[in-house]
């Protein structure tokens, strides 16, 4: 079984200043998707980032980035620049690459950012 | 735009009725998830459908039902409420492209 840990339940940020969030995760898998999601109080889970196990690049979008780290079990994400509207929680989730029935997400327990003006 | 749709935003119960919570997605998706947000807990699939009438359960089934009659709809069914199924329940579904998720803006159940 996959599982994926975020072990900072909050974290906070100067507007325009530069944060990291950590997440590692454990699987025996070699073809796998790992994701950062936002959800803002609206409730709505909004995908940041999506990382794909097999491309050692690092994904970015914008402000964001993550640092992948394979061997390690690591996927930090990076928020450049930050702004008030990034004030949310965050979810690292991990998805297996196989096809069938293994489309579930795995997520973690989350963190709260908040960002401060 | 692409939606999921779940058909209350709060909704308030008595321990021991029966409860229905709906979603409805408009993408053709073949998958759709439930899953129960608890601080602390991050979210926790309760189950899952991969076609019309097939279900599996996820990591806590427990007291709950689902039923898959059409493809666009996937209903989480409480068959008796108690009161630590109080909780917040985000629809999910995913379609060919299974890495892409698209969430409904969840249910927050209170059970009293």
């Known amino acids: 079984a996959q599982t994926v840990t975020q072990s900072q339940p909050e974290m906070s940020v100067q507007e325009a200043e530069t944060v990291t969030l950590s997440c590692t995760y454990d699987?025996?898998?070699?073809?796998?998707?790992l994701f950062w999601y936002k959800q803002p109080p609206s409730r709505q889970m909004i995908l940041v980032i999506r990382q794909e196990a097999y491309k050692q690049q690092n994904a970015t979008e914008n402000r964001f980035s993550v640092n992948f780290q394979k061997a390690a079990k690591s996927f930090s994400l990076k928020i450049s620049d930050s702004q008030l509207g990034d004030t949310a929680m965050y979810f690292c989730?991990?998805?297996?690459?196989?096809?069938?029935?293994?489309?579930?997400?795995?997520f973690g327990k989350g963190i709260t950012l908040s960002v401060r003006p | 735009d692409v939606k999921v749709t779940q058909s209350s935003r709060y909704l308030v119960k008595r321990t021991g009725e029966k409860v229905f919570l709906e979603c409805v997605q408009d993408?053709?998706?073949?998958?759709m998830f439930w899953y129960r947000q608890d601080p602390g807990l991050g979210l926790r699939l309760i189950y899952f459908?991969?076609?019309?009438?097939?279900?599996e359960k996820g990591d806590i089934p427990e007291g709950y039902s689902v039923s898959r009659e059409k493809k666009e709809r996937f209903s989480l069914i409480l068959e008796s409420a108690s009161t630590n199924q109080t909780s917040m329940y985000l629809c999910?579904?995913?379609?060919?492209?299974?890495?892409?998720?698209?969430f409904g803006s969840g249910t927050r159940l209170t059970v009293v």
């Open positions: 989730a991990f998805l297996r690459g196989s096809t069938g029935a293994n489309s579930k997400l795995t």
């Open positions: 459908s991969y076609d019309v009438k097939m279900k």
């Open positions: 999910a579904s995913s379609g060919p492209h299974r890495d892409r998720h698209t």
């Open positions: 699987t025996s898998e070699s073809n796998y998707y």
């Open positions: 993408m053709d998706h073949e998958n």
